[in-house]
């Protein structure tokens, strides 16, 4: 399928490796110029060499204004616009009781799940708007509709920025740029990987054992039994930035195998 995005620009944030590089890999695929940020630069130029197509990397800080406008006016300088933003940044945060949490976790997570997006937007929306025409992706996660009780801080953050977005999507389309979320759950990537390892500790078991165990006490509803992969993931960002997903707009996308266990979202 022509997605009808071959020679637009994408700023892809919280590329190295996992979701953002599955979704790098698959807007390469469709001719998309690329322009990738993390923080850690020297592992994103690797990731970016397996990549097909026109590449830069830029390191930003998420948490600083200053340096996501850098990474847009970089985008320009090399490409000489910006058409879509994947905005896939993020960190789990603090868990435990959501009372014993202090402000500094809530505001990290904060910071960096939710304000961060706001920031992107601020730096990229006037290019877009100029041309008309504009894509603007954030992952939110299933906690923001299904939150669990020791990842509040995560939650909270995952919940506003589904909300945030949605606010942006009725401001924007009048100016051509539509603006959604894409919400996965349990995703194979480092940052499950993670969470397994230590389960897997804290059980003295495998690492697959730890993982179909999770599956059956903690995630009932991807009756799938197993992972998603990041790719699956990535094809459903690929047709919401695309000309084919031209009539999504405000739109929470679940990517979670059913583990939502509800009819809303």
């Known amino acids: 399928m022509d997605l009808g995005i071959t020679n637009r620009v994408a700023i892809i944030t919280g590329a190295k490796g996992g979701l953002g590089l599955a979704a790098a890999r698959e807007l ?4 998309v110029k690329l322009v990738l940020s993390d923080m850690d630069i020297e592992q994103l130029e690797k990731d970016a060499a397996q990549l097909d197509g026109e590449v830069i990397c ?12 850098e990474l847009a006016r970089v985008a320009i300088e090399r490409f ?8 896939t940044a993020g960190i789990t945060g603090a868990k435990g009781h959501p009372l014993e949490m ?20 601020r730096a990229t929306f006037p290019t877009m708007r100029d041309k008309g025409w504009g894509r603007f992706v954030c992952i939110t996660s299933e906690n923001a509709v299904q939150p669990y009780w020791d990842e509040a801080v995560y939650n909270v953050s995952k919940a506003a920025l589904a909300t945030f977005v949605k606010n942006l999507a009725y401001g924007e389309a009048e100016n051509g740029i ?11 990537s480092p940052m499950t990987n ?3 390892e230590k389960r897997a500790g804290e059980h003295q078991c495998s690492f697959d054992d ?11 509803g991807i009756t799938l039994k197993r992972r998603g992969q990041p790719e699956e993931v990535a094809a459903v960002i690929a047709l919401a930035v695309s000309e084919r997903g031209s009539f999504i ?3 929470n996308i679940r990517v979670d195998g059913g583990a939502v266990m509800s009819v809303q979202n």
């Open 80 to 87: 000489g616009t910006i058409d879509i933003v994947v905005h």
């Open 178 to 188: 539509l603006c959604n979320t894409v919400s996965p759950a349990f995703i194979e």
């Open 210 to 220: 730890a993982v179909s165990s999770f599956l059956s006490e903690c995630r009932p």
């Open 249 to 251: 707009s405000g739109s």
């Open 102 to 121: 202090k402000d500094e976790d809530f505001d990290d997570t904060w910071q960096i799940n939710f304000m961060s997006a706001v920031r992107m937007a």
């Open 28 to 31: 390469a695929n469709e001719g």
């Open 194 to 196: 993670g969470m397994m």
């Open 58 to 69: 830029h390191r930003a800080d998420m948490t600083r204004q200053d340096d996501i406008d």
